[in-house]
Nanobody, 127 residues
Framework: QVQLVESGGGSVQAGGSLRLSCAVSRFMYSKYCLGWFRQAPGKERERVASTRSDGITRYADSVKGRFTISKDNGKTLYLQMDTLKPEDTAMYYC??????????????????????WGQGTQVTVSS
């Protein structure tokens, strides 16, 4: 089993920054997708950013140029969030999907599905 634990959420004024962390208990395989999602009250879950073991990253248009996804050499995923806006207020979740050596990463640099999820960390941005 794999556990993901997010941290780093909080309250910040518009224009400020936060860095979210996601500790992954173990990596089942060396091929993986890791992602950040968010969900605001009354809204659907939104993909924020993803990173893959081949180095490909993707961002939602709403966060491009402001958010940066990264992974350290260990088992921690990060989301650096700069120039925060009130519309960034949401619960943020990290997610993971691992691919065995016999399975290729999805084509097109995408990460279409995840099967491990964290419990979330709240981000609140005030105007």
């Amino acid at each position: 089993q794999v556990q993901l634990v997010e941290s780093g959420g909080g309250s910040v004024q518009a224009g400020g920054s936060l860095r979210l962390s996601c500790a992954v208990s173990r990596f089942m395989y060396s091929k993986y997708c890791l992602g950040w999602f968010r969900q605001a009250p009354g809204k659907e879950r939104e993909r924020v950013a993803s990173t893959r073991s081949d180095g490909i990253t993707r961002y939602a248009d709403s966060v491009k140029g402001r958010f940066t996804i990264s992974k350290d050499n260990g088992k921690t995923l990060y989301l650096q969030m700069d120039t925060l806006k009130p519309e960034d207020t949401a619960m943020y979740y990290c997610a993971a999907r691992f691919y065995s050596p016999l399975i290729s990463l999805p084509v097109g640099g995408t990460c279409p599905e995840y099967n491990y999820w964290g419990q979330g960390t709240q981000v609140t941005v005030s105007s």
